[in-house]
């Protein structure tokens, strides 16, 4: 009965973006950490998107109140704004710099593109049309038919340029890790243990954290 | 890549703190959290980032963390000295951001911040940073393999180590590789 009636006063919506808030700011570290661009966390963007939608309404239709103490809780109201909207953007901005860095490969790749959402999948396709376009229009034309292309993976150099999947990142262990941690190409063994913070390179540790085992930092 | 100072500080203005309120606040509903009613002269705990206005416009007090004087600071200190290869897991994740934050916000509120000597608050932290930023730069020249462990550093301390430690540990994985 208790948890019926927290819910109804709480209003289910606005309950969880305390809890939002701290996922995207570890999302958006993550997103800054890791080498390769991470899965689209749509439900989190879109409730915290909402309820900035819903702040914005209450600070419109508060603009009339001036006496001092509203226009104080305004200020915080916006303050907070500020913060939330920084976070927001910061997230999507870090991924938009890992889609124009390595769009030839997202293109290539059907696993990773599945990590874009609708919108950014759309910004890349027309980003690389303009980059083709511009690129043809500027030199290529003047190339032989044979070395006008972009994707040339001919001869032991690849233009597609892909994330560094061997960086090093700072991660934090979350909960032990069963299975003994190997380095390809070198005899390094190793467990990790809950609480743990080390610097190694992400191809070790990116399963674990995509199960939530190993958090980047 | 990496994340900036800057970004660490915002990233620290969330942490939660404990104020005294010198005016009444009724409780406003945002995004990140429900503020608490403020009631002088009862202490109330808000993000750093909402105390830090609430103290520059005079209506509250900080209560400073336990871990920021000049006793605890002092004696993690010694432990640092004592223990050359691992860090003291005292000090809280933010504790950089945080004790620069409230120091240059509220000093007035934090009893050892302005002692002068050698154990005013501001020369011990100091003091500590630089102990651990050495332990943190030998301990990774030490190569331990493909892997560092750096249980106890705080954000700022990794951020500010991110270059260093991505040249050891690729310096070491182009070793690996020969």
Known sequence: MDDILAEFDAGAPSSSSPQDVEHLTKFWIAERTAPEI?????????????????????????????????????????????????????????????IDKYSLHILQTPEVRARLAPNELGYMKSHLALMNNHYLASFLKNFPENLRRLDDTVGRLSMVDEPDMDSAVFC???????????????????????GEVLVVRYSAIRELVGNGDVELI | GPLRPTEVSFLAESTPITIIPRQRLDTLPLISL????????????????????????????????????????????????DNPSSFSGALPWHW?????????????????????????????????????????????????????????????????????AGMVVDGLRKLGAT
Request: aromatic fraction near 4%; charge should be neutral.
């Open chain 1, 172 to 194: 934090k262990v979350n909960r032990d890790v069963d299975t003994e941690i190997t380095i390809r190409g070198t005899d390094a063994a190793f467990e990790l243990k809950r």
């Open chain 2, 96 to 164: 950089l951001e945080l004790s620069e934050l409230l120091l240059e916000a509220a000093s007035d509120d934090i009893p050892d911040a302005n002692v002068g000597g050698e154990m005013d608050l501001r020369v011990l932290l100091r003091a500590l940073r630089e102990v651990r930023q050495s332990k943190a730069r030998d301990g990774l020249k030490q190569l331990e393999g493909t892997y560092l462990l750096m249980n106890g550093l705080g954000m700022m301390e990794i951020t500010e180590l991110r270059g260093f």
């Open chain 1, 38 to 98: 991470l899965p689209y966390q749509g439900d989190v963007l879109e409730r915290l998107m909402e309820r900035v939608r819903d702040q914005i309404s209450l600070l419109e239709s508060s603009l009339g109140n001036l006496d001092p103490t509203s226009s104080f809780r305004l200020i915080l109201v916006q303050t907070e704004l500020e913060r939330i909207k920084f976070l927001i953007r910061a997230y999507l901005r870090c991924r938009l710099h890992k």
């Open chain 2, 34 to 81: 429900t503020t608490p009613r403020l009631t002088p002269p009862q202490r109330a705990t808000v993000p750093l980032w909402l105390a830090l206005i609430l103290k520059k416009q005079k209506r509250c007090n900080i209560v400073p963390p336990s871990w920021l004087s000049s006793h605890t600071i002092s004696g993690i200190l010694q432990w640092e000295h």
